[in-house]
């Protein structure tokens, strides 16, 4: 059965620290891993990574992919306050379903 | 540019009465259209989703029903309500490409649904 596992819960830094968020999956036919930040309202799209090793980023989040061990982290630098939120990531699911399957997300807490 | 509209933004109901929230996608043809209902503090659950005008699968067995009518347009309904209906219901898009190929996962804004 296809599934995402993602740690820790829930973290709570103080800004300024960096954090590494950690998705692992199983899923058959692997095809990408997607990263989602969810404020108060629906989850707004980070990033989708397909490959292994080629580190994506925007601004001071990254995210990188190991398809070999399966799993994929994100890192948020310099912490602000305004990235406390959930952090979803996601696997599309078994080739031919069109699902997706989604972790329980990582609660962020960003203290100024 | 894309965009996805769900109305309402938020719903209060009586249990026992009929639901009906409706999602609608502009800027892209033939998507792929998901139902979502995410309790407090909880991850995403997979409601509904549809390849097709009148194509719906569903992943949950309950009292909940999605229609498809138009290529567009995404309906989550329910005749009698529950208490545990109450959530936030997300409803998202994709594009709809060859198998084997994904694309990422887009969310309207989102209805929160108390049902008393």
């Known amino acids: 059965e296809d599934k995402v596992v993602q740690s820790p819960l829930s973290l709570v830094v103080h800004e300024g620290d960096t954090v590494t968020l950690n998705c692992s999956y199983e899923?058959?036919?692997?095809?990408?891993l997607l990263w989602y930040k969810q404020e108060k309202k629906a989850p707004t799209f980070l990033f989708m990574l397909t490959s292994s090793g080629i580190e994506k980023k925007s601004g001071r989040l990254s995210s990188i992919l190991d398809k070999k061990e399966l799993f994929s982290i994100l890192n948020i630098t310099a912490t602000q306050t305004g990235d406390s939120a959930v952090y979803l990531c996601a696997v599309p699911g078994t080739s031919g379903t069109y699902k997706y399957i989604f972790g329980t997300g990582t609660r962020l807490k960003v203290l100024a | 540019s894309q965009t996805i509209h769900q109305w309402p933004a938020t719903l209060v109901q009586p249990v026992g009465s009929p639901l009906s929230l409706e999602c609608t996608v502009e800027?892209?043809?033939?998507?792929?259209l998901y139902w979502y209902r995410q309790a407090a503090g909880r991850g995403l659950q997979l409601l509904f989703y549809?390849?097709?005008?009148?194509?719906i699968s569903s992943e949950v067995p309950q009292n909940l029903s999605a229609s498809r009518p138009q290529d567009r347009q995404f309906i989550l309904s329910s005749k009698k309500l529950l208490l545990s209906d109450s959530g936030f219901y997300l409803c998202a898009w994709s594009v709809r490409g060859p198998v084997g190929v994904s694309y990422e996962q887009y969310f309207g804004p989102g209805t929160r649904l108390t049902v008393t």
């Open positions: 549809s390849v097709g005008i009148g194509q």
């Open positions: 899923v058959t036919n692997f095809r990408s």
């Open positions: 800027g892209t043809s033939n998507p792929n």
